[in-house]
């Protein structure tokens, strides 16, 4: 079974940056995101990835975060730049279109 481990969160205030890893357990043959669950609200994808290295955000990350992966280490990054409060949330990697079980997921806040 597939199991993904999130790490890299933080603390941070706001305009400052922060990398995040996700190393997955298994080949990652296939289109991988990040997604992001703020308090209160339903978890959104945010940056996904295909196995080329083709690459689309949301609106509201568009310019400030930057999806990458690493295919031999089975591990996909997100930098994120500029981080605002509304960043704020735990933030999740999976497959995108056919998700497996969720890891644990790294808790980012950003303060203002």
């Known amino acids: 079974q597939v199991q993904l481990v999130e790490s890299g969160g933080g603390l941070v205030q706001a305009g400052g940056s922060l990398r995040l890893s996700c190393a997955v357990s298994?080949?990652?043959?296939?289109?991988m995101g990040w997604y992001r669950q703020a308090p209160g609200k339903q978890r959104e994808l945010v940056a996904h990835?295909?196995?080329?290295?083709?690459?689309n955000y949301a609106d509201s990350v568009k310019g400030r975060f930057i999806i990458s992966r690493d295919n031999a280490k089975n591990t996909v990054y997100l930098q994120m730049n500029s981080l605002k409060p509304e960043d704020t949330g735990v933030y999740y990697c999976?497959?995108?279109?056919?998700?497996?079980?969720w890891g644990q997921g790294t808790q980012v806040t950003v303060s203002s």
């Open positions: 298994g080949s990652i043959f296939s289109t």
């Open positions: 999976n497959f995108v279109g056919r998700t497996v079980k």
């Open positions: 990835i295909s196995y080329g290295g083709n690459k």
